[in-house]
């Protein structure tokens, strides 16, 4: 094992010993993948052919004339298959998985959306597939847990710890000391030990690639600024990734601000300054922990950016100021969502929402010559229990009590 | 080679009159702090010869069920890093052997490494182990360590090649920890050839002293690895047999194992 996957003082692989081979084997295929153009070439074919790349990008008319400011164009990173931009980087790590000989495939989850790219990947390509999920959110996105079983994945609720994505990936960890001889772990995000974070975010970077041709295209120039949601941070490095030599364009992150700062009442570890330095699930970056580097909990509206630690690489960027970060408030959130859908008929998932939610205070101080683009990571489609759930709409509350009903009328009849 | 450290002259002549150790492992504040000074006290009496003292953390991402309860059982019940040196401090002046420190990278981190380390000093703690800091991360911490004259202690395993053993030995004083298998803490080991193979491996990659640890939970286990290594670590059976059959059952347990 080298010294590697430092950005400035952040990143590095504190792992077990027992999985040095195992990374070792990892960054040996992943840095052999890079090397081989033949393999870019098949990843965007599979893509294009499996998923829906190029992904468009979409000029949202009505709400950018209603705040009158900048043009507001978002990717549309939604119309992956699975909802999400989290099939980019599994259908990734699914060929190298196939490339290093492996049968079997493990990952943590959140939200689910994370799950259910993984499970879909094994299904396409004929793996094994173990899904470790906090029994939380286990509890409470039962739809993607009922996706992820039909596709044949086994879903572990795990009951440790805050029962939620931090604890999903230490026991996806476990898995894998015991079991990495024919199992790969596909870790979710950009963070954990080096290789993921780099090879992650280059896995996304076709969201970045792509934008940018599309913007010159379409308008002729690079858009003013980018916005993106930051939960582990795979979404933004991947819409980021297509811009860093761009010293224009200003990259806007934007965290969780949950019910706003303090200890336990957001995620947001870079906007505010709750989170410190440390070390955990095996690499150095910001966390929200407390003196002694026990980790606390986090809130969020939304699941799939409620977690302790970020991108390593995002920590950097937070450093040198290559990326501005931000938090976007639950209340703000769910209002920019139903802006969102009422006007222009798109329906961002909360976790981009917090993205959209930014752009649009930001906007209407911008010229009608700037332009603005937001990464729209995912669609809210198919969370609609946690949605529903957010707007309070009680005529969903009585169909899921109708629903109950008759689902105990049925039981009690045999 | 440096000089023997205190810990690995300490383990050279309790071996002159054993031909195997006994190393157990507890969690400090698990469930209270009282109770780990008592277990401690239990366990000296009936025999064992070195102990690890884990700090708790929120992400013990190396242990098993077991141990991964009590973690978060500690802190639940209020245990802190200082809590957890004022009582390593007092266990140390009370009983008369080797302790060692087990705990995750990130509470010397926070803690910051050179404090950490002399705090250790000052508690009179011998070693440390940290199963998430490889060396190529290490260089503060094993510096510190050295010039403490405090050993940190390495992890061999059965899928470490024997060049690494080497590099791990090198960074290494006191002893090295062998673990008998893939996986956690606490889940089952098979005595087999292939572990008497793995463990000769170990024998000639390093001079120093070898533990082995995970899944060793019983008379025969220990039989077993006589002979071939120098302690045998029993870690989340004693913790198990505590929560089974509470905090004073463990110094019977321990003596059927050294009896």
């Given at each position: ?6 950005y ?5 692989a504190y792992i077990?010993?027992i999985l ?6 990892l960054e040996?295929?992943?840095l052999?993948a890079r090397?081989d ?5 098949e ?6 052919t499996?998923?829906c790349r ?5 000029r ?9 400011g900048?043009?507001i164009y978002?990717?549309r990173?939604d ?5 999400a ?7 990734g790590q ?5 490339r290093m000989?492996?049968?079997?495939v493990?990952?943590?989850t959140?939200?689910g959306q ?7 990947m094994?299904?396409?390509?004929g793996f094994?597939?173990t899904i ?10 039962r739809p ?10 086994t879903?572990?609720?795990v ?5 939620t994505?931090?604890d999903?990936?230490?026991e996806?960890f ?6 990495m ?7 979710g995000t950009a963070?954990g ?5 780099e090879?992650?975010s ?11 041709e599309q ?7 690079l858009?003013e600024?980018i916005?993106a949601?930051?939960?582990?941070g ?5 819409i980021?990734?297509g ?6 364009v200003e ?24 989170a ?11 966390f929200?922990?407390d003196?002694?580097?026990q980790?606390?909990?986090?809130h969020?509206v939304s ?5 302790v ?5 995002l920590s ?8 501005r ?12 969502m139903?802006?969102?859908v009422r006007n222009e008929?798109l329906i961002?998932?909360l976790e981009?929402?917090?993205?959209f939610?930014?752009?649009?205070k930001?906007a209407?101080?911008m010229?009608s010559?700037?332009?603005?683009l937001i ?5 809210a489609d198919k969370d609609?229990?946690?949605v ?9 509350q009585q169909?899921i009590?109708d629903k ?7 039981m009690?009849?045999? | 080679m ?16 054993k031909?195997i ?9 698990y ?7 008592r ?5 000296v ?11 708790p953390f929120?992400?013990?991402m190396?242990d098993g069920p077991?141990i ?5 059982e500690a ?8 809590k957890?040196?004022?009582?390593a401090e007092r266990?140390?002046r ?10 995750y990278?990130?509470?010397?981190f926070?803690?910051?490494v050179?404090e950490f380390?002399?705090?250790?000093k ?7 182990i940290?199963?998430d800091?490889p ?6 911490y094993?510096d510190?360590?050295h010039?403490?004259?405090i050993?940190?202690v390495?992890?061999f ?10 590099h ?5 004083t ?7 298998r893939?996986?956690?803490?606490g ?6 050839d292939?572990l008497?193979?793995?463990l ?6 390093t001079?120093l002293?070898?533990?082995?640890g995970?899944?060793?939970?019983s ?7 006589r002979g ?6 029993v ?10 059959d ?5 110094k ?5 194992l050294v009896?």
């Open positions: 094992m080298k010294n590697s996957g430092y400035s003082q952040f990143g590095g077990p010993e040095v081979p195992t990374f070792d084997e040996s295929a992943y052999a090397e153009e033949s393999f870019w070439q990843y965007k074919d599979l893509m294009s499996y998923s190029a992904t468009p990008i979409t949202l008319d009505n709400l950018t004339e209603q705040l009158g900048a043009n978002v990717k990173e119309l992956n298959h699975t909802g931009h989290k099939a980019n980087n599994v259908m699914g060929l190298l998985t196939r000989g492996k049968k079997r493990i990952a943590e959140g939200a994370h799950g259910v790219a993984t499970a879909t094994a299904a396409k390509f094994d597939c470790y999920m906090g029994a939380h959110d286990v509890a409470r996105q993607n847990v009922f996706w992820m079983e039909q596709m044949g994945a879903v572990v609720a009951t440790e710890g805050s029962q994505l931090k999903a990936i230490n996806a476990r898995d894998w000391v015991s079991n001889d024919d199992t790969h772990y596909v870790l963070c030990p080096h290789p993921f974070p090879m992650v280059w896995f996304q970077s076709i969201i970045g690639i792509e934008s940018r913007m010159l295209a379409r308008t002729g120039k858009p600024r916005y949601c930051v939960g582990g795979s979404n933004a490095m991947g980021f990734g811009f860093l030599e761009d010293k224009n990259l806007v992150g934007v965290e969780a601000g949950g019910r706003g700062r303090g200890r336990g009442q957001h995620a947001a570890r870079l906007a505010y300054d709750d410190t330095i440390g070390v955990a699930q095996g690499y150095k970056t910001y929200l922990q003196n002694d580097g980790m606390q909990d986090t969020s699941a799939g950016l409620d977690y630690g970020v991108s390593p690489i950097h960027m937070h450093e040198t100021k290559e990326v970060f931000e938090a976007a408030s639950d209340t703000e959130v769910v209002e920019a139903q802006r969102t008929g961002p998932a981009s929402s917090h993205a939610a930014q752009a649009y930001e209407p101080d010229s010559d700037e332009d603005i990464n729209m990571s995912g669609r609609i229990f946690t529903a759930d957010a707007v309070h709409d009680p005529k969903w169909f009590i109950a009903e008759a689902y105990r009328a049925e009690q009849n045999g | 440096a000089n023997p450290t205190t810990l690995e002259l300490a383990i050279r002549k309790a071996r002159e009159k031909d150790l006994l190393m157990t492992h507890i969690v400090l504040g469930p209270n702090f009282d109770d780990s000074l277990v401690v006290e239990d366990m009496k009936a025999g064992v010869d070195l102990m690890e003292l884990q700090i929120s992400e013990p190396a077991v991964l309860k009590a973690n978060s802190l639940k019940a209020g245990a802190t890093v200082e957890s040196f004022a009582a266990i140390n009370e009983f008369d052997i080797p302790f060692l420190f087990m705990t990278y990130n509470i010397l926070c803690y910051g050179d380390v002399s705090r250790c000052s508690a009179g703690i011998t070693g440390c940290v199963p800091l060396p190529a991360e290490g260089q503060q094993l510190a360590m010039a403490a004259e050993s940190p390495h992890i395993t059965p899928k470490t090649p024997e060049s690494r053993m080497r791990l030995s090198d960074n290494s006191g002893m090295i920890y062998c673990v008998a893939k996986g956690v803490t889940k089952d080991t098979a005595f087999s292939d008497s193979q793995y000769q491996l170990c024998r000639r990659s001079d002293p070898l533990g082995v995970f899944g060793v939970k008379r025969e286990d220990i039989d077993f690895l071939k290594v120098d302690i045998a670590v870690g989340s059976e004693t913790i198990r047999v505590m929560e089974q509470g905090v004073g059952a463990v019977g347990f321990i003596e059927t009896a």
